[in-house]
DNA sequence: ACGGTGACGCTCA
DNA sequence: TTGAGCGCCACCG
């Protein structure tokens, strides 16, 4: 409910990582929360980036789930999965299509 | 300090 | 495979 706009050093790491993530690529929240030192902090991830003040300077829409869904989006999961389309992911029934081969690593 | 919330992840039926 | 439940972590009032 509560936008907060301060940037906690969590998601200062995960803002860091997110902005290694190459375009027509994605990560998962939980790859994310591993690579900012918490592997089990996959929500508060998804918190973080719910707050997100970087918009597209951060590409948070590049972030999905472990399952290979798209997850949420704070501008509305139909708008992330057009993004993702925009940059040459393909995303089939809110799934991303060849998921495991368009994740990127750290 | 405490309890509630949420763009998640995994296990079980 | 799909759906429901429980656990995890960080942030807010």
Same mark, same amino acid.
């Given at each position: 409910m509560n =936008?907060?706009?301060?940037i906690?050093? #969590?998601?200062?790491? %995960?803002? /860091?990582l %997110?902005?290694?993530v190459p375009?027509g690529?994605? &990560? &998962?929240? $939980?790859?994310?929360?591993?690579?900012?030192g918490r592997p089990? /902090?996959s =929500?508060?991830?998804?918190? /973080?980036l719910?707050?997100?003040? #970087?918009?597209p300077?951060?590409?948070?829409?590049r972030?999905?789930?472990?399952n290979? !869904?798209?997850?949420?989006f704070?501008? $509305?999961t139909d708008k992330k999965?057009?993004? %993702?389309?925009?940059? $040459?992911?393909a995303v089939k029934?809110?799934k991303?299509? %060849?998921f495991?081969e =368009?994740l990127f !690593?750290f």
């Open positions: =936008r907060q706009k301060e906690s050093g #969590f998601a200062n790491q %995960l803002y /860091a %997110l902005k290694k375009k690529k994605v &990560t &998962t929240y $939980g790859a994310l929360a591993k690579a900012a089990r /902090a =929500r508060a991830v998804g918190n /973080a719910n707050a997100n003040p #970087f918009a300077q951060v590409p948070c829409h972030v999905v789930r472990s290979g !869904e798209v997850g949420g704070a501008g $509305g999965i057009r993004i %993702l389309k925009d940059e $040459g992911v029934n809110e991303i299509v %060849l495991e =368009r !690593e």
